[in-house]
């Protein structure tokens, strides 16, 4: 078995940001699955055009190829069964449900929050093509976008409410132990983290306290990249 992983970079190769490549990593460190990762600008479309496919991540698995982060899991899930992160194809069906909360609801106040640190972090060609891309994709420059952040903070804080109301009831997302819920919600926390040191959450919120217990419990996988300290402080709302 030989995992490789087209993993999204910024201007320095060691600087992994992408929420989809975080999930597969911390899923294939879940499963105890070594995964060797190849760093990749947003402008090198060239090195995965033999997947027919224009975004990251994307999987080889010896000689398979394997696009899309969830197809990426399900994949993984199949091959290799021994510590699942979703165990049968129902759970993995109502993690969709939660991934879709996640990206419907909680990414876009998180990504605005951080958009210009994004950007800011990525080599100039890559920095023309994330500012051209986005700026019409939202309708407004990314100064703005992240102008407002303290607005996008407590929208972000709106969004995590039942994450928030789930882990005053329990110890993790998926109930007693980690799972592909959690994994979920922290790749997007990997994401800003790995560009900004924007404050993001109460150090009060239930949230945060499961934040930092991902963070030991994923050891050096979260802490060898290039990233930043949450250094959050208390916010009101
Ligand atoms: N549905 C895809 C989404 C992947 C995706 O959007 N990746 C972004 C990086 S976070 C990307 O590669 N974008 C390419 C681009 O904007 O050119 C998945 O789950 O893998």
Excluded at 74 to 95: I, N
């Amino acid at each position: 078995m030989a995992l490789k992983m087209y993993d999204l970079c910024g201007q320095e190769p060691e600087r992994r940001f992408s929420p989809y490549c975080w999930l597969v990593k911390l899923v294939a460190a879940h499963k105890q699955l070594p995964l060797e990762t190849t760093p990749l600008p947003f402008t090198d479309k060239a090195s995965i055009a033999f997947a027919d496919w224009k975004q990251l991540p994307v999987l080889t698995d010896g000689d398979t190829t394997v696009v899309d982060s969830w197809q990426i899991i399900q994949h993984l899930e199949a091959q290799y069964p021994a510590h699942p992160v979703a165990g049968s194809a129902d759970a993995m069906g109502q993690a969709m449900l939660i991934k879709l909360c996640i990206e419907f609801n909680v990414m876009g106040p998180l990504l605005r929050s951080v958009i210009l640190d994004i950007h800011d972090h990525l080599a100039p060609a890559d920095a023309a093509y994330f500012r051209e891309t986005r700026e019409a994709r939202f309708g407004a420059t990314l100064e703005d976008l992240q102008g407002g952040r303290e607005s996008h903070r407590v929208a972000l804080y709106g969004a995590l409410a039942p994450f928030r109301v789930t882990l005053k009831r329990q110890a993790w997302l998926s109930g007693g132990s980690v799972g592909l819920a959690d994994l979920l919600l922290f790749a997007s926390f990997m994401w800003a983290r790995s560009v900004s040191d924007f404050q993001l959450l109460n150090a009060d919120d239930p949230v945060y306290a499961w934040r930092d217990a991902l963070f030991t419990q994923c050891g050096a996988l979260t802490t060898d990249s290039v990233g930043y300290e949450f250094s959050d402080a208390g916010y009101s709302v």
